[in-house]
């Protein structure tokens, strides 16, 4: 049984996710201690206990430690049972976070998936609906799977109440070799609110096009019905030759609509100055699916403390040869197997 710190490093929750998902796909077990250590409230938080119950469901794994404030939890994978799913958080917890923990085992059980996760689909620190499918999802689909996500009702943080639907149709994933980015094909600015006045998403989006110089068919003010209360999120997308990055920002309480359009914007300019194809948070996505496409490559502009880890986490359960290499023009690649 593997024996993780789940302190190392950034010591948050990827640690765990990442445990989840490659003990499904690979079948080794193991056992974390140190959970969350790295936190305010270290241990499992609703979201976690949602992640590792699921995984439990599709690995039919045996789990002790699987209760609210654990620190340490162990997992013992036994199989993987395709078929319908279903998680509920019970919180404003990150449903996409479940989705990222348990995808590794959908993606090579012995059949198709339907996973139901209730939760949050726009938090912040966790990727929200759009940035999952219209970025990472299509990269996965192009390494050879087959999934697709729906939003059934959006959740906005911090009353949670939204469901999101995964599909997965499960096949052996290609490599990914993402080293350029290629011309830039359009931007499109989104702001999307939930019970709030019409003027936070027009004033959103008067930041933004001022920023990037966009026109109006490029501006989207979209009205959503959330059950459990207001909500705000921005997202820009970015559509280059090779692949489509997104930089999410989602309102809080205290925070101007101006602010969190501003957050936004200030990703995407990082990410277009530096020039590498795959953006900061993409980059922490595409670790754990690379690792089970052996020859998988990308180029970044950093890699963040929390890739890092993700990283080492891969490393204990695929023990493949990994690079990277720091690039004489600035930035990073990234390579495994």
Do not use: K
């Not at 490659?22 to 979201?47: H, K, M, N, V, W």
């Not at 199989?79 to 019970?90: D, F, M, Q, V």
């Not at 925070?255 to 969190?260: F, N």
């Not at 890092?308 to 359960?317: H, Y």
């Amino acid at each position: 049984m593997l024996e993780i710190d789940g302190s190392a490093g950034e010591g948050g929750g990827q640690v765990l996710r990442t445990a989840l998902g490659l003990s499904l796909a690979t079948g080794r077990p193991f056992r974390i201690r140190g959970i969350r250590a790295g936190r305010e409230r270290p241990g499992l938080l609703r979201q976690h206990l949602a992640a590792v119950r699921a995984a439990a469901a599709i690995g039919e794994a045996r789990v002790e430690g699987d209760h609210l404030g654990s620190t340490t939890l162990s997992f013992t994978p036994r199989g993987l049972r395709a078929g319908e799913h279903h998680a509920a958080i019970g919180s404003a917890g990150s449903a996409l976070l479940v989705i990222q923990a348990v995808l590794p085992g959908l993606l090579v059980a012995g059949g198709p998936s339907r996973l139901v996760v209730d939760g949050g689909t726009h938090n912040p620190a966790a990727p929200p609906y759009p940035f999952l499918s219209r970025v990472f999802l299509p990269l996965l689909c192009r390494m050879g799977a087959s999934v697709e996500l729906a939003l059934d009702r959006p959740g906005f943080y911090p009353a949670g109440g939204g469901r999101v639907v995964l599909e997965v149709e499960p096949a052996p994933l290609r490599p990914l070799v993402l080293l350029e980015r290629g011309d830039v094909l359009a931007m499109t600015a989104s702001a999307i609110t939930s019970g709030l006045n019409p003027n936070v998403a027009h004033r959103q989006l008067l930041v933004l096009r001022d920023r990037f110089g966009l026109g109006r068919e490029a501006l989207v003010a979209e009205t959503v019905g959330s059950p459990m209360g207001p909500g705000n999120a921005v997202f820009i997308e970015v559509q280059c030759a090779h692949v489509t990055e997104g930089f999410a920002a989602i309102g809080e309480r205290g925070r101007t609509a101006e602010a969190v359009a501003t957050r936004a914007a200030e990703e995407a300019e990082a990410w277009l100055a530096h020039g590498q194809p795959v953006g900061e948070h993409l980059a922490d996505q595409l670790l754990v699916p690379m690792s089970l496409a052996p020859g998988s490559v990308f180029r970044t502009g950093a890699l963040s403390s929390h890739a890092r880890t993700n990283l080492e986490g891969v490393a204990r359960f695929v023990p493949l040869p990994q690079r990277v290499v720091e690039l004489a023009g600035g930035g990073v690649e990234v390579g495994l197997g």
